[in-house]
């Protein structure tokens, strides 16, 4: 379960150090870098689901809403 510090898994797919992590009421994580990108997970089962890229420098926070808007 992890509650124990165990690891669940390890998410890879970021290019750079990772700056931040926020986590979406409908059970997604993002997580942004210094390489420009935010990538959208599973929380569930750690699927890498897409990644925002077109940021020009690197992407250091995120707010998600109660609503689920980004």
Known sequence: SG???TLLRTLQGHTDNVRFLAI???????????DKTVRV????DGI???TLEGHTDSVIS???GVDGTV
Request: net charge negative.
């Open 48 to 50: 890498h689901l897409t």
């Open 24 to 34: 979406g009421v409908d059970g997604t994580l993002f997580s942004g870098s210094h």
């Open 3 to 5: 509650e124990d510090g």
């Open 41 to 44: 997970w599973s929380l569930a």
């Open 62 to 64: 995120l707010a998600v």
